[in-house]
């Protein structure tokens, strides 16, 4: 087969063109970076609500996953929203969503408030974030360029991921709690002016939307997320309940989506084996990784004491192993293939998630330290699988794809930080801390076995390794 590098000429194009879409490229690396800090920043100040609220590590859950349910269920129907209105326009959108929601939870006085905030935030982050991602793929078609720029773009957010606790915990010192939704709303404004004027023009496809699909994903993620919860707060008969509910529920899901005529995801998008093992990456990536900060930062700070500033520099050689690793990461995929980044950044993760597992049955942070900076390694997967769930999906179908990918990142997220804090509530600090940790690093020895599958079945497509 002809490979697409040389199939197609690009020529250099003008000063000023390149300058400006690299700039439109730093505001959609930045987008997907904001995405992840407010993923994550609000680890660093769980015992803070806690202390400021009242409630519990379930609690404490909740203002994790009220953010990572709806931003996984809305994906797939943003996506389609980018193609059908233009990615562009979507994305901006997404931005003044995300802004006015952020200084919501900034002005919540209570838990109801707070977790509705975040809901909100988490539809804002749905809608702008496969539209970042589809208008990264219009800026750069050459395969080549376009994985190094996929390598800017994941690697920001990765970086993003990483520094949350560390600018949460500077912001709690300096400013309390509402400061890490407060930051957003300025950062918010900025990015989005930004695409708003450099972004690719819109180019609209025809594309149905389908509310009662999302609707029914939504309610189908929320309750089985809330048995997850529930079983570990030791409440066997609700999480039953909860459970049980949220299978019907997806059972409904799945009809629904059967006999429509334009399901949220139709089938060329799911034909290749090697898209499919790319949303088992994307799963696995987030359950490892959100499982870890969750439960690190609440046992730092509850534990072992760390202050919340202490417990944001605790992170800190991880980020510091992220920004190297991010930084290489395109580059490596782009001469490499995606395999070599992708199998040293699950391996990498999971070997720092055992470390974690065993610092915390020795009751030692400095070894948990340690095993967080393993855990930056991820960096390197995350580019790379973009790349490869990308370049096998349908072009037709880049929000949908995008929306797809990112939807099994967070649905991953929420399943994990539900099952490991359900884990670490009902073990305690020591057992179930270790007991978390190992499941994590499973985790990523399945996301070893997934990227092997996802690069295998990529080379029957036409791609290159």
């Given at each position: 087969?002809?490979?697409?590098?040389?199939?197609?000429?690009?020529?250099?194009?003008?000063?000023?063109?390149?300058?400006?879409?690299?700039?439109?490229?730093?505001?959609?690396?930045?987008?997907?970076?904001?995405?992840?800090?407010?993923?994550?920043?609000?680890?660093?100040?769980?015992?803070?609500?806690?202390?400021?609220?009242?409630?519990?590590?379930?609690?404490?859950?909740?203002?994790?996953?009220?953010?990572?349910?709806?931003?996984?269920?809305?994906?797939?129907?943003?996506?389609?929203?980018?193609?059908?209105?233009?990615?562009?326009?979507?994305?901006?959108?997404?931005?003044?969503?995300?802004?006015?929601?952020?200084?919501?939870?900034?002005?919540?006085?209570?838990?109801?408030?707070?977790?509705?905030?975040?809901?909100?935030?988490?539809?804002?982050?749905?809608?702008?974030?496969?539209?970042?991602?589809?208008?990264?793929?219009?800026?750069?078609?050459?395969?080549?360029?376009?994985?190094?720029?996929?390598?800017?773009?994941?690697?920001?957010?990765?970086?993003?991921?990483?520094?949350?606790?560390?600018?949460?915990?500077?912001?709690?010192?300096?400013?309390?709690?509402?400061?890490?939704?407060?930051?957003?709303?300025?950062?918010?404004?900025?990015?989005?002016?930004?695409?708003?004027?450099?972004?690719?023009?819109?180019?609209?496809?025809?594309?149905?939307?389908?509310?009662?699909?999302?609707?029914?994903?939504?309610?189908?993620?929320?309750?089985?997320?809330?048995?997850?919860?529930?079983?570990?707060?030791?409440?066997?008969?609700?999480?039953?309940?909860?459970?049980?509910?949220?299978?019907?529920?997806?059972?409904?899901?799945?009809?629904?989506?059967?006999?429509?005529?334009?399901?949220?995801?139709?089938?060329?998008?799911?034909?290749?084996?090697?898209?499919?093992?790319?949303?088992?990456?994307?799963?696995?990536?987030?359950?490892?990784?959100?499982?870890?900060?969750?439960?690190?930062?609440?046992?730092?700070?509850?534990?072992?004491?760390?202050?919340?500033?202490?417990?944001?520099?605790?992170?800190?050689?991880?980020?510091?192993?992220?920004?190297?690793?991010?930084?290489?990461?395109?580059?490596?995929?782009?001469?490499?293939?995606?395999?070599?980044?992708?199998?040293?950044?699950?391996?990498?993760?999971?070997?720092?998630?055992?470390?974690?597992?065993?610092?915390?049955?020795?009751g030692s942070p400095a070894v948990i330290i340690i095993g967080l900076a393993g855990t930056g390694l991820c960096a390197l997967a995350m580019p790379a699988?973009?790349?490869?769930?990308?370049?096998?999906?349908?072009?037709?179908?880049?929000?949908?794809?995008?929306?797809?990918?990112?939807?099994?990142?967070?649905?991953?997220?929420?399943?994990?930080?539900?099952?490991?804090?359900?884990?670490?509530?009902?073990?305690?600090?020591?057992?179930?801390?270790?007991?978390?940790?190992?499941?994590?690093?499973?985790?990523?020895?399945?996301?070893?076995?997934?990227?092997?599958?996802?690069?295998?079945?990529?080379?029957?497509?036409?791609?290159?390794?």
């Amino acid at each position: 087969m002809t490979s697409p590098h040389l199939a197609v000429r690009h020529h250099p194009l003008p000063r000023s063109d390149r300058r400006r879409r690299t700039t439109a490229l730093v505001a959609l690396a930045l987008a997907f970076g904001l995405v992840q800090l407010d993923a994550t920043i609000v680890n660093v100040a769980l015992q803070s609500l806690r202390a400021g609220l009242g409630g519990g590590v379930d609690a404490a859950q909740w203002v994790i996953d009220a953010y990572a349910v709806p931003f996984a269920a809305c994906m797939l129907t943003a996506g389609a929203v980018g193609d059908r209105h233009g990615h562009r326009r979507t994305c901006v959108t997404g931005f003044a969503l995300f802004g006015l929601a952020s200084a919501a939870a900034a002005l919540a006085g209570g838990w109801p408030l707070l977790i509705a905030a975040r809901a909100f935030q988490g539809i804002g982050a749905a809608i702008m974030l496969p539209a970042s991602l589809a208008m990264v793929t219009e800026l750069y078609a050459d395969p080549r360029e376009r994985a190094r720029a996929l390598g800017i773009w994941g690697g920001v957010a990765t970086l993003g991921f990483a520094a949350g606790p560390l600018v949460g915990g500077i912001l709690l010192t300096v400013a309390g709690w509402p400061a890490i939704f407060w930051i957003n709303v300025p950062l918010a404004a900025l990015i989005g002016g930004t695409i708003a004027l450099l972004g690719p023009a819109d180019r609209p496809r025809p594309r149905r939307i389908h509310p009662l699909g999302t609707a029914l994903g939504m309610l189908a993620l929320a309750l089985l997320t809330a048995g997850i919860i529930e079983a570990g707060d030791a409440y066997p008969a609700t999480a039953a309940v909860l459970l049980i509910g949220g299978a019907a529920t997806g059972v409904a899901f799945v009809g629904v989506e059967r006999r429509s005529a334009h399901p949220l995801l139709p089938a060329d998008v799911l034909a290749t084996s090697a898209f499919r093992w790319s949303l088992a990456n994307g799963f696995l990536f987030n359950f490892a990784l959100y499982g870890v900060l969750l439960c690190v930062s609440l046992a730092l700070q509850s534990a072992y004491r760390f202050s919340a500033l202490a417990g944001g520099l605790a992170v800190l050689p991880m980020a510091l192993v992220v920004a190297v690793a991010a930084t290489i990461s395109g580059l490596l995929a782009a001469t490499f293939g995606p395999r070599r980044p992708m199998l040293v950044g699950f391996g990498g993760a999971g070997v720092g998630a055992t470390a974690i597992a065993v610092g915390g049955l020795l009751g030692s942070p400095a070894v948990i330290i340690i095993g967080l900076a393993g855990t930056g390694l991820c960096a390197l997967a995350m580019p790379a699988m973009t790349s490869v769930a990308l370049e096998v999906a349908p072009a037709r179908h880049a929000g949908l794809a995008s929306g797809s990918l990112n939807t099994a990142r967070q649905i991953g997220g929420a399943v994990g930080v539900a099952i490991l804090g359900a884990l670490l509530n009902a073990g305690g600090e020591r057992t179930g801390f270790a007991t978390a940790l190992a499941v994590s690093a499973v985790a990523c020895g399945f996301g070893l076995v997934s990227t092997v599958r996802a690069t295998a079945a990529r080379r029957h497509t036409g791609g290159e390794e």
